[in-house]
């Protein structure tokens, strides 16, 4: 069963960069699943920040798209995100992914089976 | 559009069942996923595509599809399933957004 385990600093100054890994257990980096991060501020909901997949693909939030980096290191077995310029906005829990993909018939059916725990990151001087 | 509109709170009595709704364009061409979150928890995948449960979801949880709505159904809701309930789905860029959330309270 594959496990994720994210890891970072917990505090970045204002107009910074946060940078968080995931390491992937139990698994390969290069099995068929994407990988992403999902964010979550105090007292809000989830919001999706992009993905990665093993050969570099990316998809990423529009709205975020223009300060986010995400990226993969497979001789590590793991994928990180980078995020530019932040502000207190930016201030949440971030979590890492798998999202995996079922075909049945002629449906694709996307879903994210495996969460980290989360680790909050919080921006301020 | 790629926004999935949930409604903000609904309530249930112990035993009876609830329907949480998520409505978005993408979902007239995908299937969402469902996604408990207790407090100071990750979340937790509790359905996906056309109505699969993941190993260990109880079978009071099901998920349907129609036009451009998705939906949850708990048929006799626990205490323990008082959480917040978020769907996902792909949108035609290849995003896959959240819904706003619902929090559901077992009276």
């Known amino acids: 069963q594959v496990q994720l385990q994210e890891s970072g600093p917990g505090l970045v100054k204002p107009s910074g960069t946060l940078s968080l890994t995931c390491a992937v257990s139990g698994g390969s980096i290069s099995s068929s699943n994407w990988w992403s991060w999902v964010r979550q501020p105090p007292g809000k909901g989830l919001e999706w920040i992009g993905e990665i997949y093993h050969s570099g693909s990316t998809n990423y939030n529009p709205s975020l798209k223009s300060r986010v980096t995400i990226s993969v290191d497979k001789s590590k077995n793991q994928f990180s995100l980078k995020l530019s310029s932040v502000t207190a906005a930016d201030t949440a829990v971030y979590y890492c992914?798998?999202?995996?993909?079922?075909?049945?018939?002629?449906?694709?059916?996307?879903?994210?089976?495996?969460w980290g725990k989360g680790t909050t990151v919080t921006v301020s001087s | 559009s790629s926004e999935l509109t949930q409604d903000p709170a609904v309530s249930v009595a112990l035993g009876q069942t609830v329907r949480i709704t998520c409505q978005g364009d993408?979902?007239?061409?995908?299937?969402a996923s469902w996604y408990q979150q207790k407090p100071g928890q990750a979340p937790v995948l509790v359905i996906y595509?056309?109505?699969n449960r993941p190993s260990g979801i109880p079978d009071r949880f099901s998920g349907s599809s129609s036009g451009n709505t998705a939906s949850l159904t708990i048929t006799g809701a626990q205490a323990e399933d008082e959480a917040d309930y978020y769907c996902?789905?792909?949108?035609?860029?290849?995003?896959?957004?959240f819904g706003t959330g619902t929090k559901v309270t077992v009276l």
């Open positions: 992914a798998s999202r995996d993909i079922v075909v049945s018939g002629p449906y694709y059916y996307y879903y994210m089976d495996v």
């Open positions: 996902n789905s792909r949108d035609s860029s290849g995003n896959h957004p």
């Open positions: 595509g056309k109505n």
């Open positions: 993408s979902l007239r061409s995908y299937y």
